[in-house]
């Protein structure tokens, strides 16, 4: 690589090491305002029982969203990033609702409807070692009656 080239690969090499939303090692206690500080505005902010939570997704075209959470004083309790298969193997199809999936996972990539299903289809990006989909199927009362990951598929021309 050029000498020229070094100081370019190593500032963008920082700033991705950098990224606002590396919440993972926020510790324990620290406050709200320390957060805001440190990883701007969230991308939302939603009452919990007993606290808030502060959403940082990179939804509709990033794989990630970090949730963090602060307790009744505001102090973080845990973060997270969310948008993973153990985490979409909480939802329970039949008990959650579109408030419930977007309280856990924030706001979808996308919302579609299809003619072969009767309600809104949220769909969130992801990466588990490939590029992700994970559809939530809603009913006409926004109740989730499946979730499933599926392939993101880019189109790409063929290689031989």
């Given at each position: 690589?050029?000498?020229?080239?070094?100081?370019?690969?190593?500032?963008?090499?920082?700033?991705?090491?950098?990224?606002?939303?590396?919440?993972?090692?926020?510790?324990?206690?620290?406050?709200?305002?320390?957060?805001?500080?440190?990883?701007?505005?969230?991308?939302?902010?939603?009452?919990?029982?007993?606290?808030?939570?502060?959403?940082?997704?990179?939804?509709?075209?990033?794989?990630?969203?970090?949730?963090?959470?602060?307790?009744?004083?505001?102090?973080?309790?845990?973060?997270?990033?969310?948008?993973?298969?153990?985490?979409?193997?909480?939802?329970?199809?039949?008990?959650?609702?579109?408030?419930?999936?977007?309280?856990?996972?924030?706001?979808?990539?996308?919302?579609?409807?299809?003619?072969?299903?009767?309600?809104?289809?949220?769909?969130?990006?992801?990466?588990?070692?490939?590029?992700?989909?994970?559809?939530?199927?809603?009913?006409?009362q926004d109740v989730v009656r499946r979730a499933h990951p599926g392939m993101e598929f880019i189109n790409a021309p063929d290689r031989d």
């Open positions: 690589m050029s000498s020229i080239l070094w100081p370019a690969a190593l500032a963008l090499l920082v700033t991705a090491c950098a990224s606002p939303f590396r919440g993972h090692d926020l510790a324990p206690g620290t406050p709200r305002d320390a957060v805001l500080e440190r990883l701007g505005a969230p991308s939302r902010a939603v009452r919990l029982d007993g606290g808030e939570r502060l959403q940082y997704s990179l939804q509709p075209f990033g794989q990630y969203a970090w949730m963090i959470d602060l307790d009744p004083a505001g102090r973080v309790v845990r973060s997270r990033q969310v948008l993973t298969a153990n985490e979409f193997n909480r939802i329970q199809p039949g008990t959650w609702t579109r408030a419930d999936v977007e309280r856990e996972f924030g706001r979808p990539a996308m919302v579609d409807r299809v003619t072969s299903w009767n309600g809104p289809i949220m769909t969130y990006r992801w990466n588990d070692g490939s590029d992700m989909f994970y559809f939530v199927y809603l009913d006409g």
